[in-house]
């Protein structure tokens, strides 16, 4: 999940850009470590550009689990802020999820970049 601020996610054309940017990076990394597909070259930019320098650590760490077109389930994180109420982690009611989810600037990504 990307969470925007309200005054960035007011400029509609760069938080679409900051998106499609994104969109495109988590493919790269999708392909890269869960397709095999030009792995070594993707480690050799994240090794040259993050303090992780070691290629075996990123070679055979476990590629997180990110949509390909930026969906989340939202029904999911209701049930997970409702169980974090039930066990005294919430202070105050649970925040109403859908007052924050904002699926326009993936959808318009995805739009530009097609689906996959």
Do not use: C
Not at 15 to 22: L, N, Q, R, S, V
């Amino acid at each position: 999940i990307v969470f925007y601020s309200p005054q960035f996610a007011a400029n509609k054309d760069a938080a679409t850009k900051f998106m499609i940017g994104y969109l495109q990076g988590v493919r790269d990394y999708h392909d890269a470590f869960v397709e095999h597909k030009d792995q070594d070259a993707a480690i050799g930019i994240l090794t040259q550009n993050l303090s992780l320098k070691d290629p075996n650590i990123w070679k055979n760490s476990k590629p997180g689990n990110i949509d390909l077109n930026g969906k989340f389930n939202v029904a999911s994180i209701k049930k997970q802020a409702a169980f974090y109420k039930q066990e005294g982690l919430v202070d105050g009611p649970i925040p109403d999820v859908d007052k924050y989810v904002d699926t326009s600037f993936t959808e318009a990504a995805v739009k530009v970049i097609g689906t996959r």
